[in-house]
């Protein structure tokens, strides 16, 4: 039988490498360092498509894991998860356009869709790895 176990550390790992080249092209793009922020935000998709690939290969093969934490824990890790599954499915379309945008030399709308893409995609990255580590290390059953 395979193991899969790697893949949840492999996951959050690749979302946090994510949230700081976002968080670094931002400040860069901030200073006018167009050329750095442009390979930091390639750089973050790619990671980003890779945490994709890695998150369905491994749900397709393990299935939900479900959460071993009681009382306050429960509804916490819940709100983080709903919030975090909406926006994931939302940021989908909206990297690909502000991408797309970019790419096309078309600055001025690209930066008006990144005003919104930029903190979806890094509260996405961010609460991900928070997912993670109540899953997998905080709240595991004994």
């Known amino acids: 039988m395979a193991d899969y176990s790697v893949f949840p550390a492999i996951n959050a790992t690749l979302n946090g490498t994510s949230a700081v080249l976002l968080v670094t092209a931002h400040?860069?793009?901030?200073?006018?360092?167009?050329?750095?922020?442009?390979a930091l935000m390639l750089a973050a998709v790619g990671t980003s498509t890779l945490f994709l690939i890695?998150?369905?290969?491994?749900?397709?093969h393990v299935g939900s894991v479900r959460f071993q934490g009681h009382?306050?824990?429960r509804p916490l890790y819940f709100s983080i998860l709903i919030s975090h599954t909406i926006l994931a499915a939302t940021i989908v379309p909206l990297v690909?356009?502000?991408?797309?945008?970019a790419l096309k030399g078309r600055f001025q709308r690209h930066r008006a869709i990144a005003r919104w893409t930029y903190p979806i995609w890094l509260?996405?990255?961010v609460t991900g790895v928070v997912i993670y580590v109540m899953l997998y290390?905080?709240?595991r059953a004994a």
């Open 123 to 125: 509260y996405v990255s």
């Open 96 to 101: 690909i356009i502000t991408l797309t945008l």
């Open 71 to 73: 009382g306050w824990s």
């Open 137 to 139: 290390h905080v709240f």
């Open 27 to 38: 400040h860069m793009i901030k200073r006018g360092r167009v050329a750095t922020h442009r």
């Open 54 to 60: 890695s998150y369905l290969y491994y749900h397709a």
